[in-house]
C-alpha cells in the first residue's frame, strides 16, 4: 500500500513566493543594490512617533494593562472609527455610510485578503484580477485552490471592457457561477504604479452588479498605497461607487503609511461577509495584536499621523525623481525600453523589447546581478490565465534604496539591458 501523504492538498497548491528567492539573493550578496524589495524607506520609519505613543500609553498603567491583554477579533473600536473616518472624509462622504462593525482589523492586510478568501472561495472558484497584479495575492489564490484570471489593464488601471468581456465569455461557457470576485489595486498598484482612473470606477462596479444575478461577485478592492500619492488629488475608492454596499471589500494597511512592523491592516466589510470573516479569523488568531492597534489608536489620539504620511510623501517624492531621472538619463535612450511617470506607490514598471526575457533564469538577469543589480521579474505578477503575461516586463522599487543607490542601481541596469538589446 503507497504510503499516506503527509501533507494536505493546499499544502501542494502552495509553491511559496517566488520573490522569496530574490530577498534571498539580496542578503546573500549584500554588495547588490536590490531596485526589487517593495519594502519601505528605512530612514523615514517613525521612531520617534511610535516612541511618543508607546510612552503615553504606558504611562497610564490601566491603559497600558489593557493593551497588553488579548483584544478582540474585531480589532480595537476607537482605530477602526478612526480608519472609517479617514476613510468617509477621503471618499468626499460619498457612498453608503458603514456601521463601526464592518470595519475589522488584521495583522497587515495581507491577512484579510486571505481570510476572505478563505470565506469566499473554495477550490476552482475563480477570482478575475488585474494583469498585472500584487503577486502575494497571486499566490494567496494558489494555496486557496482558486483559479485567477487576468484581465487587461492600461494606463488607466483595470480596463471596464476586458472585463465585461471576459465576464461574458465566462457566463458563456457556464463557468460564471464560479466566478466569485474581482481583485483590484485602485490606488498606485503594485507592481506597475498606475491608478484605475476616476471615471472607469463607477463602471467597474455596474459591470459587476450586472453579472452578479447567479450570485454575489464581490469586488476586492486593496487601497495599500492610497496615501502614497505625491502629486495630484486624491480620487473617491469604488466603494464610494458601491450604492448598497454589497458588492466592495475594500482593504487597506498602515504598512506602507506608517510601518509594516507594526503589521495593522484592515478591511471594510459588506453587511453579509462580517459574521462569516469574524468566525474564520477567529478561529486562526482569536484577535490581531492588540498592543500594535493601541499604538496606531495613540498616534492618531495625538495628531501624530498625518504629520507622518507628509513627510513620507515628501521623501517619496524625491526617490521617485531620483528613479524617473536616472530613468531618462540611463533607460530613455535604449531603443524598445518604456516606462511611466508615476505619481505615486512605490514601483516603476519598465517594458523591454519583446524578445529580452526577464525572467531569473534569462540572461537579462544574470547580467544584471554581474552589473550589481537586483530587479523583479514582470512575469511574477500575471495569472495563469487570462490576459499573456509579458515576459518582458520589470518592476523596479524606489522604495528602500537612497538616492545615490537608485541612480547607481538604474545606470547598472541599464549597462545590463544594454547588453542584450
Ligand atoms: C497591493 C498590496 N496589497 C497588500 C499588501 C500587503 O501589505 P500588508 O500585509 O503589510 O498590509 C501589499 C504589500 O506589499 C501590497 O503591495
Redesign the pocket.
Given at each position: 500500500m503507497p504510503a499516506r501523504d503527509p501533507l494536505s492538498r493546499r499544502a501542494h497548491w502552495s509553491v511559496g513566493q517566488p520573490i522569496s528567492y530574490l530577498m534571498h539573493m539580496a542578503l546573500a550578496k549584500p554588495h547588490l543594490i536590490s531596485l526589487a524589495a517593495?519594502f519601505v524607506d528605512q530612514e523615514s520609519l517613525p521612531v520617534e512617533t511610535t516612541r511618543a505613543a508607546i510612552e503615553s500609553l504606558l504611562t497610564d498603567p490601566a491603559a497600558g494593562r489593557t493593551a497588553l491583554q488579548y483584544g478582540t477579533t474585531h480589532g480595537l473600536a476607537t482605530l477602526r472609527q478612526a480608519i472609517l473616518d479617514r476613510l468617509l472624509t477621503s471618499d468626499g462622504e460619498r457612498g453608503v455610510i458603514p456601521a463601526l462593525d464592518q470595519v475589522v482589523l488584521?495583522?497587515?492586510?495581507?491577512?484579510?485578503?486571505h481570510v476572505i478568501g478563505d470565506t469566499i472561495l473554495d477550490p476552482g472558484d475563480i477570482v478575475l484580477t488585474a494583469a498585472p497584479?500584487?503577486f502575494?495575492?497571486l499566490g494567496m489564490l494558489g494555496n486557496l485552490g482558486a483559479r485567477p484570471i487576468g484581465v487587461a489593464s492600461d494606463e488607466d488601471g483595470l480596463v471596464p471592457e476586458s472585463l465585461d468581456e471576459t465576464l461574458r465569455r465566462l457566463k458563456s461557457s457556464g463557468e460564471l457561477p464560479r466566478v466569485k470576485a474581482v481583485y483590484v489595486?485602485t490606488y498606485f498598484?503594485?507592481p506597475t504604479s498606475k491608478s484605475v482612473a476616476p471615471g472607469r470606477r463607477p463602471q467597474i462596479i455596474d459591470i459587476v452588479k450586472r453579472h452578479s444575478a447567479a450570485g454575489p461577485i464581490y469586488v476586492l478592492e486593496?487601497t495599500?498605497?492610497r496615501e502614497l500619492r505625491y502629486f495630484g488629488d486624491d480620487d473617491p475608492s469604488l466603494r464610494a461607487y458601491d450604492d448598497n454596499g454589497d458588492t466592495v471589500v475594500c482593504?487597506?494597511?498602515?504598512?506602507?503609511s506608517f510601518s509594516?512592523g507594526i503589521?495593522?491592516?484592515w478591511g471594510l466589510l459588506p453587511r453579509a461577509l462580517v459574521d462569516p470573516v469574524l468566525a474564520a479569523k477567529g478561529n486562526i488568531d482569536f484577535g490581531s495584536p492588540n498592543f500594535n492597534q493601541h499604538v496606531l489608536a495613540k498616534v492618531f489620539e495625538l495628531g501624530l499621523y498625518k504629520t507622518h504620511v507628509e513627510g513620507l510623501r515628501a521623501n517619496y517624492r524625491v526617490k521617485l525623481a531620483a528613479m524617473l531621472d536616472a530613468a531618462d538619463k540611463h533607460l530613455a535612450p535604449i531603443r524598445g525600453v518604456r516606462y511611466q511617470r508615476p505619481k505615486g506607490g512605490?514601483y516603476v514598471w519598465l517594458e523591454l523589447p519583446e524578445h529580452i526575457d526577464t525572467g531569473s533564469d534569462g540572461e537579462l538577469f544574470r547580467r544584471a546581478l554581474d552589473a550589481g543589480v537586483i530587479y523583479v521579474p514582470g512575469r511574477y505578477c500575471y495569472p495563469g490565465e487570462g490576459q499573456k503575461p509579458r515576459d518582458n516586463a520589470i518592476r523596479l522599487s524606489f522604495g528602500v534604496q537612497s538616492p545615490d543607490n537608485i541612480k547607481r542601481g538604474v545606470a547598472a541596469l541599464a549597462e545590463a539591458i544594454r547588453g542584450v538589446v
Open positions: 517593495g488584521t495583522a497587515g492586510s495581507n491577512e484579510l485578503l497584479s500584487y502575494v495575492f489595486t498598484d503594485n486593496d495599500a498605497y482593504t487597506g494597511t498602515f504598512s506602507k509594516p503589521r495593522v491592516g512605490l
